[in-house]
């Protein structure tokens, strides 16, 4: 909060802690639950990543790359008994029905993908991201999320999620993620990613602002618009359609 406030970024409405929240969430699970649309997993991470490894190399495979396989979606009552006895606790997951999703996002174009039987609800009890994202969405009248094209795969479960909730689901503007030099996702190992790290290495908060404004062809080098200026240049069918790599100079790294 203090470093979008030190940028000029501000916001509107409260805080808002998903911590905080766990009624909302627990609410739409029950709702769920009572329609018939879940079902306990037993698995574990790994025999989930093992499945969806076999699914990639079975020819004609129908399920998408990563999906859940439904392994526990026909366990009767005796087999999950028999895993309850081994002391796994289960989490809870969405039945899909083999849905698939399409939806227009607003820099991505249109995108059409298959809703796998995904995790709701973890076997601590924890809400998962999916069912929390929904929820919040909902319950704050959100109109629009923008977010990395990393998570572009994930919203069909989203949308698919808030039909069933009889919520409307927001529209969708993915962007490139930014990367390190070395071409991998931006992290720390890449040396000042954060605006403390900046403003050690000399540079105050407006000039990293203009760094972002040339990013996004905003801008040119050297110029420093104010967020007035910036707010009337900016057209989101115009934003960089490619991953935008962090310069050397700018992250404070040195090559291997």
Same mark, same amino acid.
């Given at each position: 909060?203090?470093d979008l406030a030190a940028l000029g970024l501000t916001h509107d409405g409260d805080v808002v802690r998903q911590s905080e929240r766990l009624e909302l969430y627990r609410a739409a699970i029950d709702r769920l639950i009572a329609d018939d649309l879940t079902y306990p997993c037993f698995c574990t991470r790994r025999e989930v990543l093992a499945e969806a490894a076999e699914s990639i190399a079975a020819p004609h495979g129908a399920?998408?790359?990563?999906?859940?396989?439904?392994?526990?979606?026909?366990?009767?009552?005796?087999?999950?008994?028999?895993?309850?006895?081994?002391?796994? /606790?289960? &989490? $809870?997951? =969405?039945?899909?029905? @083999?849905?698939?999703? #399409?939806?227009?996002?607003?820099?991505?174009? +249109?995108?059409?993908?298959?809703?796998?039987?995904?995790?709701?609800?973890?076997?601590?009890?924890?809400?998962?991201?999916?069912?929390?994202?929904?929820?919040?969405?909902?319950?704050?009248?959100?109109?629009?999320?923008?977010?990395?094209?990393?998570?572009?795969?994930?919203?069909?479960?989203?949308?698919?999620?808030?039909?069933?909730?009889?919520?409307?689901?927001?529209?969708?503007?993915?962007?490139?993620?930014?990367?390190?030099?070395?071409?991998?996702?931006?992290?720390?190992?890449?040396?000042?990613?954060?605006?403390?790290?900046?403003?050690?290495?000399?540079?105050?908060?407006?000039?990293?602002?203009?760094?972002? /404004?040339? &990013? $996004?062809? =905003?801008?040119?080098? @050297?110029?420093?618009? #104010?967020?007035?200026?910036?707010?009337?240049? +900016?057209?989101?069918?115009?934003?960089?359609?490619?991953?935008?790599?962090?310069?050397?100079?700018?992250?404070?790294?040195?090559?291997?």
């Amino acid at each position: 909060m203090r470093d979008l406030a030190a940028l000029g970024l501000t916001h509107d409405g409260d805080v808002v802690r998903q911590s905080e929240r766990l009624e909302l969430y627990r609410a739409a699970i029950d709702r769920l639950i009572a329609d018939d649309l879940t079902y306990p997993c037993f698995c574990t991470r790994r025999e989930v990543l093992a499945e969806a490894a076999e699914s990639i190399a079975a020819p004609h495979g129908a399920r998408p790359a990563g999906a859940y396989a439904g392994t526990c979606s026909t366990l009767d009552s005796a087999g999950r008994s028999e895993r309850e006895a081994s002391g796994r /606790a289960p &989490s $809870l997951r =969405l039945r899909s029905g @083999g849905a698939v999703v #399409s939806f227009t996002d607003r820099l991505a174009g +249109f995108y059409e993908g298959a809703v796998d039987d995904f995790v709701i609800r973890r076997a601590d009890g924890t809400p998962a991201y999916n069912l929390a994202v929904v929820v919040d969405d909902a319950e704050q009248g959100i109109g629009e999320v923008v977010r990395g094209d990393d998570l572009l795969e994930t919203t069909p479960r989203q949308i698919h999620l808030a039909r069933l909730l009889g919520v409307d689901a927001p529209d969708y503007l993915h962007v490139p993620l930014v990367f390190g030099p070395d071409g991998e996702r931006l992290a720390k190992r890449h040396g000042a990613v954060t605006l403390d790290d900046q403003q050690a290495m000399g540079r105050t908060p407006a000039a990293v602002r203009d760094v972002f /404004a040339v &990013s $996004l062809g =905003l801008a040119e080098e @050297g110029e420093s618009p #104010s967020l007035d200026e910036l707010f009337q240049r +900016f057209d989101a069918a115009q934003l960089p359609r490619n991953r935008w790599a962090l310069p050397q100079e700018l992250s404070g790294s040195v090559e291997p």
